[in-house]
């Protein structure tokens, strides 16, 4: 009895021997992998092999078999910015697993297939799928456009209103001059990050080219560090993700949609008539900060001393907050005042004192107008008539945008 307890025992401690060091080889053989690999960006690592894979974050195995394996280590302390995900596609078995959350799939119409996207890359990479997939592609859809609002924008009504005011003494911000606006759209709240990755993730995947990729504490935080050339992309890109036509075309001709490149587009080159996003007119951008009162400094009213209350500004707390923590205007637009300044349209110019309808500013110039002050700006850039300017290649910490749309 003895000796058959000590048989069975022995066979444990074999066995349990046996996987420990063979588990050691196994993540000898990763370790190894690891070295012999191809670094082909930011930490991820491409490798074709033959046998067992350790994922040693987990503990979870898989036979790989003449496939690809991607991972995202992080640095050689297990730190990076998408630690222990991966993505893996057997050829022979034509499986696959991905983290939707960080890498999605996307259908490419431009490819006609789909195409995935790591977070922060610089690129799309292809998807192939071996075992022909049903959702391959994508079933023939007529596209209905919904009048009115898209979600997320509210509608700014038609007429008349007065553009500028005397501002202590600020000489471009005069003189007051009377501007009659079609109806418009423009979004309630300032973009965040997490729309600008969902749209900048289809955008690459659809042959769009950026300088910057935005930055923001959170998703529903305002997306900022983002210069005006890749905000206008973006915007045609948004529109072309929802099936609406885009507004920006590379010239006159309106023939080719604005993608890629730093181009100094000219008003003409703008289809102002279509149910796409784009940036709002300065003009456009005022009367909607002013929520519909009249001749008033801020979008509230007058009075400045309760501004702790109405609005992010100054250096207190000294960063963007998450939209919408602040009372909404008379338009029920938030963060109109502060959090970050805004782009809009037009190129930055001298007013004139004719009356207007629908201006979009001068033809040409060196900087772009953005409004509406911001975390950083004292409280009275705030103001609906106080004007900002930078050069259009600049993306700064303290710009962000809202989109805008034609109302149809």
């Given at each position: 009895m003895k000796a058959t307890s000590f048989s069975v025992l022995s066979s444990v401690w074999v066995?349990?021997?046996?996987?420990?060091?063979?588990?050691?080889?196994?993540?000898?053989?990763?370790d190894q992998a690891f070295e012999d690999a191809t670094n082909l960006e930011d930490?991820?690592?491409?490798?074709?092999?033959?046998?067992y894979f350790m994922i040693s974050d987990n503990d979870w195995i898989y036979h790989l078999e003449h496939g690809w394996m991607y991972l995202s280590w992080g640095d050689k302390d297990g730190l990076g910015r998408v630690k222990g995900e991966f993505w893996l596609h057997d050829m022979d078995m034509g499986?696959?697993?991905?983290?939707?959350?960080?890498?999605?799939?996307?259908y490419s119409p431009t490819h006609q297939n789909w195409l995935w996207y790591v977070l922060g890359s610089s690129n799309p990479r292809w998807f192939y799928c071996f075992c022909n997939c049903s959702w391959e592609s994508l079933p023939a859809t007529v596209w209905v456009i919904p009048s009115g609002?898209?979600?997320?924008?509210?509608?700014?009504?038609?007429?008349?209103?007065?553009?500028g005011q005397v501002l202590n003494g600020a000489h471009y911000s005069v003189p007051e001059h009377t501007v009659t606006l079609d109806s418009f759209h423009i979004g309630t709240?300032?973009?965040?990050?997490?729309?600008?990755d969902e749209v900048y993730a289809w955008a690459l995947c659809n042959d769009y080219v950026f300088d910057n990729l935005g930055k923001a504490e959170s998703g529903s935080h305002p997306v900022s560090d983002i210069n005006w050339y890749d905000v206008v992309k973006w915007c045609n890109a948004y529109s072309q993700m929802e099936h609406r036509n885009p507004a920006y075309y590379t010239d006159a001709t309106?023939?080719?949609?604005?993608?890629?490149?730093?181009?100094?587009?000219?008003?003409?080159a703008v289809d102002w008539s279509v149910n796409g996003y784009r940036l709002p007119t300065e003009a456009?951008?005022?009367?909607?900060?002013?929520?519909?009162?009249?001749?008033?400094?801020?979008?509230?009213?007058?009075g400045s001393s309760e501004a702790a209350t109405k609005l992010n500004y100054g250096t207190t707390p000294g960063k963007a907050l998450v939209v919408g923590q602040f009372a909404s205007n008379g338009f029920a637009l938030y963060d109109i005042a502060g959090n970050l300044g805004e782009w809009t349209w037009d190129w930055y110019g001298a007013y004139?004192?004719?009356?207007?309808?629908?201006?979009?500013?001068?033809?040409?110039?060196?900087?772009?107008?953005?409004?509406?002050?911001?975390?950083?700006?004292?409280?009275?850039?705030?103001?609906?008539?106080?004007?900002?300017?930078?050069?259009?290649?600049?993306?700064?910490?303290?710009?962000?945008f809202r989109v805008a749309s034609t109302a149809q």
């Open positions: 066995a349990f021997l046996l996987f420990f060091f063979g588990i050691n080889s196994l993540r000898a053989q990763t930490n991820w690592y491409h490798l074709d092999w033959f046998g499986w696959w697993w991905i983290n939707s959350r960080k890498y999605p799939y996307i609002p898209p979600p997320g924008l509210v509608e700014i009504p038609a007429g008349a209103f007065n553009m709240h300032e973009v965040t990050k997490e729309l600008w309106k023939t080719e949609v604005y993608k890629t490149g730093n181009l100094e587009l000219s008003n003409d456009e951008w005022e009367k909607a900060s002013r929520g519909g009162l009249v001749g008033k400094m801020y979008p509230w009213g007058d004139s004192a004719d009356s207007q309808s629908n201006p979009r500013g001068p033809e040409s110039g060196t900087d772009r107008v953005y409004r509406g002050g911001s975390w950083w700006h004292d409280i009275y850039r705030a103001r609906c008539a106080d004007r900002s300017e930078t050069k259009p290649w600049n993306p700064l910490t303290i710009l962000g």
